[in-house]
């Protein structure tokens, strides 16, 4: 957690306070809520990021080369609405994968259209039909989990280690840089 996240963290806390001391149930409420949001988004940006390093790191012990680096302050959009957040980079020679994971933090960053928490991509560079675009939601039990929507997966698919380990195994792909001609 970035310092400038530590001190939102604490803002909210204290005007959560501030607000429950004056009596406004409804502003604490939703102050909570946003806590609440603030530390899922984390939680499921953590886990994601993360899951794709242990991979990598997987990958190397076997003598793979992937070079792994992370930026943090990262922005990017999705549609209108401007994400902050990390993004992870996945090196292998030439062949690059990006995973990207934020939320809108200020109003004029806007909001996630059609549903989320947080947004994340996978891009493949040079391979634009490998790449996905996910959701962050909370799943009926209350636990979150990434969406991939789009033509790869249908309507709606969750995202787990399996198709994790799919996208490090496409980085890994040298039949895809140099195409086999007949």
């Known amino acids: 957690m970035s310092e400038l996240d530590e001190a939102w963290a604490l803002a909210l806390a204290e ?41 990598a790191a997987e990958a190397n012990r076997a003598d793979a080369g992937i070079n792994i680096s992370r930026e943090d302050e990262h922005r990017f959009k999705v549609g209108a609405a401007g994400m902050v957040g990390t993004r992870l980079n996945l090196r292998r020679g030439v062949r690059m994968l990006f995973v990207e994971t934020g939320w809108p933090r200020t109003p004029r960053d806007g909001f996630i259209r059609g549903g989320g928490l947080a947004c994340a991509n996978i891009k493949h560079l040079g391979i634009k039909s490998e790449s996905e675009e996910l959701r962050l939601v909370l799943n009926p039990g209350g636990t979150p989990g990434w969406i991939a929507r789009g033509r790869k997966h249908g309507a709606r698919s969750e995202i787990h280690e399996a198709e994790v380990r799919n996208h490090i195994a496409i980085l890994l792909d040298d039949s895809r840089v140099h195409p086999r001609r007949s």
Request: no cysteine; aromatic share 8%; proline share 0%.
């Open 15 to 55: 005007a959560e306070a501030r607000a429950r001391a004056a009596g406004r149930k409804d502003i604490s409420e939703y102050l909570a809520l946003r806590s609440a949001n603030d530390l899922t988004r984390q939680i499921g940006s953590d886990w994601l990021l993360t899951m794709f390093e242990k991979v």
